[in-house]
């Protein structure tokens, strides 16, 4: 009970608002003491409220008050408009499809990796569904190839010493390997020669149909497409993952713990 009243007292703490509020009485209590100190000896208006016989209302402020605003004019900017906010590792906990439960406290460096592997997904065919009616399974095998090669090569480019360093690090290299090896490559290396020779073939005897035609005549079509959209299910929801991971929230209701 104690541990939370004082996490809360903390974030109470570091609230935007609340250190505003804070500036904005120092800006008060100082032009208060200034004006005390020029003040003539009659005493100072700061502000003056008066009453004129036509009943109307007649409002002077005095150049301290004019400063005040301005001063709680732009701490009020400073607190309160929206900019970067520094980075701040948050524990990220998700499931993804044939790989488990990614647990992970990442720091900006692995965010990076994260991001650039959830690029690498979201544009090529992997994290996309497969659509029956306009896409070509070749053309979605070329493009696993291809996301294949880059994910590899990311890992490749992660220097030693930052896997040595970082715990989390070296969990997303294994969870990116992870993924080639248990996602895609069972998929490619059942089907990929097999359909790619029988394609080659029928496309060679009749050049006029249609790629979704032809393709439809594989005999194992039904199963090849099942497996197929399968893979994509288990990329894309991997790619979300890599996503709470590189923005630090996530994916289940889109907040950070």
Same mark, same amino acid.
């Given at each position: 009970?104690?541990?939370?009243?004082?996490?809360?007292?903390?974030?109470?703490? /570091?609230?935007?608002?609340?250190?505003?509020?804070?500036? @904005?009485?120092?800006?008060?209590?100082?032009?208060?003491?200034?004006?005390?100190?020029?003040?003539?000896?009659t005493?100072?208006?700061?502000?003056?409220?008066?009453?004129?016989?036509?009943?109307?209302?007649?409002?002077?402020?005095?150049?301290?008050?004019?400063?005040?605003?301005?001063?709680?004019?732009?701490?009020?900017?400073?607190?309160?408009?929206?900019?970067?906010?520094?980075?701040?590792?948050?524990?990220?906990?998700?499931?993804?499809?044939?790989?488990? /439960?990614?647990? @992970?406290?990442?720091? &900006?460096e692995?965010?990076?990796?994260?991001?650039?592997?959830?690029?690498?997904?979201?544009?090529? $065919?992997?994290?996309?569904?497969?659509?029956?009616?306009?896409?070509?399974v070749?053309e979605?095998?070329?493009?696993?190839? #291809?996301?294949?090669?880059?994910?590899?090569?990311?890992? $490749?480019?992660?220097?030693?010493? /930052?896997?040595r360093?970082?715990?989390?690090?070296? $969990?997303?290299?294994?969870?990116?390997? &992870?993924?080639?090896?248990?996602?895609l490559?069972?998929?490619?290396?059942?089907?990929?020669?097999?359909?790619?020779?029988?394609y /080659?073939? #029928?496309?060679?005897?009749?050049?006029?149909?249609?790629? #979704?035609?032809?393709?439809?005549?594989?005999? #194992?079509?039904?199963?090849?497409?099942a497996?197929? $959209?399968?893979?994509?299910?288990? @990329?894309?929801?991997?790619?979300?993952?890599?996503?709470?991971?590189?923005?630090?929230?996530?994916?289940e209701?889109?907040?950070?713990?």
């Amino acid at each position: 009970m104690r541990a939370r009243l004082w996490e809360g007292f903390k974030r109470f703490y /570091k609230s935007r608002i609340i250190q505003g509020l804070f500036f @904005m009485v120092l800006a008060l209590a100082g032009i208060l003491l200034l004006a005390s100190q020029f003040a003539p000896s009659t005493g100072l208006d700061l502000l003056r409220f008066q009453l004129l016989k036509d009943a109307s209302l007649s409002v002077s402020m005095s150049p301290w008050i004019v400063a005040l605003i301005i001063l709680w004019t732009l701490i009020a900017w400073w607190f309160v408009w929206p900019r970067g906010q520094p980075w701040e590792a948050t524990e990220i906990n998700v499931d993804v499809a044939r790989v488990g /439960k990614i647990v @992970m406290r990442p720091n &900006q460096e692995t965010a990076g990796i994260a991001h650039r592997a959830w690029a690498e997904i979201m544009t090529r $065919k992997a994290g996309l569904p497969f659509d029956e009616e306009h896409d070509v399974v070749v053309e979605v095998y070329d493009s696993w190839y #291809q996301l294949f090669s880059e994910i590899r090569s990311l890992v $490749k480019t992660i220097p030693v010493e /930052k896997l040595r360093s970082s715990e989390d690090a070296q $969990k997303l290299c294994d969870y990116l390997i &992870q993924v080639l090896n248990q996602v895609l490559r069972p998929h490619l290396t059942r089907y990929q020669a097999a359909f790619r020779s029988w394609y /080659k073939q #029928q496309t060679s005897d009749d050049p006029n149909e249609s790629p #979704q035609s032809v393709q439809r005549r594989y005999p #194992q079509y039904t199963e090849l497409i099942a497996d197929l $959209k399968s893979v994509n299910e288990s @990329m894309v929801d991997f790619a979300s993952a890599l996503w709470a991971i590189a923005r630090g929230r996530n994916q289940e209701n889109g907040s950070s713990t």
